[in-house]
């Protein structure tokens, strides 16, 4: 008989011995700006997460750096949207501004990865133009994106992510910073992002439910395991510096999957309703919290993950857990 509990018995022996580790660098920590000063609106679906204004975004972000978070995934909250999101493609909206202020206030110390998206920032609530019949037009709204991508670059993100699974999003993102001069600005792709109802109190925060319809003609069907798998190789062949699967939790397989076929670096996102059903389960003590915590954690690095977008990034690093 083959004994293996002899390598679990001491602790030492077996802390030495485990295979899958967390570290302070896998995290991105997702935060929400809106115009206003001096604003920290809570959100009732996701406790502790909160919409910021750009002055009190630069106190959270000081705060953050002091605990050793140094990535951030910022999406902005504009005062108006209208059909096309005029904000997103504008040097003043309120993304373009905070990311400027970000970078004016902690250069090279912080990443800022900005969401290249449409959602928030429309009054229909979907990922760009729609066309008569209220279908998003795929190639009117690549046109804005390449719109909304330079935007960002000229303001100073450290990173782009767009997260509207458009088919050829990539190319175009590519060939337009390409064409000014921003060779190296990466791309995190979420190249892999499934139509959920993990994302609802998401829409609570980024006010971004859509207002009629759904996004199924975009995004991905979740029973589609290898169609969701060509999406991800598709946007490495489009030159995606990064991957990711979104949501996570329920897709781990999906993770292991693009894992196995790719040797890009792959990310997770940790979504909102993942995160607010942890939090909930905590506070009505019917699991051990850290426990459960750190092994949702583990299991996404366990399954391939090299980074990890998620909103309790900032209480890991509070309760000293990575």
Not at 142 to 166: H, V
Not at 202 to 231: C, H, M, W
Not at 256 to 267: C, G, Q, W
């Amino acid at each position: 008989m083959k004994r293996y509990r002899p390598l679990r018995i001491h602790p030492v022996l077996r802390e030495a011995l485990t295979q899958t580790r967390l570290d302070k660098r896998d995290f991105i920590y997702p935060l929400f700006v809106i115009e206003g000063s001096n604003l920290r609106n809570p959100v009732p679906s996701m406790p502790d997460v909160f919409q910021l204004s750009i002055d009190s975004l630069l106190e959270e972000c000081k705060r953050l750096l002091m605990l050793g978070i140094r990535s951030i995934l910022l999406f902005g909250i504009p005062k108006s949207k209208d059909s096309i999101g005029s904000d997103a493609l504008s040097d003043n909206g309120i993304i373009a501004r905070a990311i400027r202020e970000l970078k004016s206030a902690f250069g090279t110390d912080l990443l800022v990865i900005a969401d290249v998206c449409f959602c928030e920032y429309t009054d229909h609530g979907h990922c760009g133009i729609l066309d008569s019949n209220g279908i998003l037009d795929n190639d009117l709204t690549l046109e804005i994106l390449q719109k909304q991508s330079l935007c960002l670059a000229r303001a100073g993100a450290d990173m782009l992510a767009p997260s509207g699974m458009l088919d050829g999003m990539i190319s175009a993102m590519r060939e337009v910073l390409d064409t000014h001069g921003f060779y190296n600005l990466p791309i995190m792709s979420y190249s892999t992002k499934f139509a959920s109802a993990y994302y609802g109190p998401f829409r609570d925060v980024a006010q971004s439910t859509p207002q009629s319809g759904d996004r199924k003609s975009y995004q991905q069907n979740p029973a589609n395991r290898n169609e969701a798998i060509l999406e991800s190789l598709n946007d490495e062949r489009e030159n995606a510096d990064i991957l990711m699967v979104k949501p996570a939790l329920a897709y781990l397989d999906i993770v292991r999957d693009i894992r196995e076929k790719s040797l890009l670096p792959l990310a997770v996102y940790n979504v909102s309703g993942e995160y607010s059903m942890l939090k909930l389960a905590g506070d009505a003590g019917v699991v051990d919290y850290d426990r459960i915590l750190l092994e949702t954690m583990i299991g996404f690095k366990r399954a391939g993950a090299d980074l990890i977008i998620s909103y309790h990034t900032k209480e890991l690093f509070e309760r000293g857990l990575v």
